[in-house]
């Protein structure tokens, strides 16, 4: 749920959930709002010559949290997401999740096969779920990734390596602000930096003695010069998720191929571009 990983709590379910801000109500509803407005397109194939439509959470976390502020009890991703297909009449032909904490991967395989849900299992890493992906995936399915890490070094480059090897996959991606920005002089200053895993090889790409700002957008900038040479597009629309004192979180951008995917991201945030630096 990419949420800084912390102590797990008694759900009220019966089964492990954790504490979220309220920012991450904010985060499935957007998620919740273009898988709705992409329900025909997946429908497509669903009932097409594939009849395969899956969406991939390789941050999976417990499937159920509290918001701190409220207490009120929310869905995690892969369930939302099941729920959401299902109400608008296209549900996903797998939900395959994966995450490095056992116990919190198998509290949401518990509350995906409550609802019947056809739930796959990815052992391991984020990266090495997807690297087994290809193998036991549809290819010519039109698939749905979420990547949800907990910090910008979570979000491995080798995960859109590995996905974008898929024929069709759209993925929805949270970026973290806090640690482009709060910590950026740590991430220059580090020989093992948070940036060489979220964008190999930006050392001889970026310029470390400009203006912060200027810094960060060079390393951002060099990261979606990578997706792209992947051949997928990250999108210029973005939403800056902030936290209860206003102070920015992460961004969410859609990575994708088709134009067609691109539309239905614009008209879920309808808000236009979120703020970069």
Request: with cysteine.
């Amino acid at each position: 749920m990419g949420a800084v990983v912390g102590a797990l709590i008694d759900g009220d379910d019966g089964l492990p959930a954790e504490e979220v801000g309220l920012w991450a109500k904010v985060k499935h509803d957007l998620l919740r709002r273009y898988l709705d407005i992409s329900r025909a397109t997946r429908n497509k194939f669903l009932n097409g010559q594939s009849k395969s439509a899956a969406f991939i959470d390789l941050f999976c976390g417990p499937g159920r949290a509290r918001v701190k502020e409220t207490g009120e009890w929310i869905d995690g991703s892969a369930v939302a997401a099941w729920k959401i297909s299902q109400h608008g009449g296209a549900p996903f032909s797998e939900i395959y999740i994966a995450d490095l904490d056992i116990e919190r991967r198998y509290a949401t395989v518990e509350r995906l096969q409550r609802l019947n849900a056809p739930v796959r299992v990815l052992e391991g890493s984020a990266v090495e779920a997807a690297v087994q992906l290809p193998s036991v995936i549809n290819h010519y399915g039109l698939h749905f990734a979420f990547l949800d890490p907990f910090s910008l070094g979570a979000l491995d480059f080798r995960l859109f390596s590995s996905l974008s090897s898929l024929k069709r996959v759209d993925i929805l991606v949270h970026v973290s602000a806090m640690d482009l920005q709060r910590n950026l002089d740590a991430n220059l200053g580090s020989v093992a930096s948070n940036f060489d895993k979220f964008a190999p090889g930006w050392r001889s790409h970026v310029d470390s003695h400009r203006s912060q700002l200027e810094v960060r957008r060079q390393v951002f900038e060099y990261w979606r010069n990578l997706v792209a040479d992947l051949g997928k597009r990250p999108s210029t629309q973005m939403k800056l998720i902030s936290g209860s004192i206003n102070q920015p979180l992460y961004w969410l951008l859609l990575v994708a191929e088709n134009d067609l995917a691109h539309k239905f991201w614009s008209a879920a945030t309808d808000t236009g571009q979120g703020d970069l630096f």
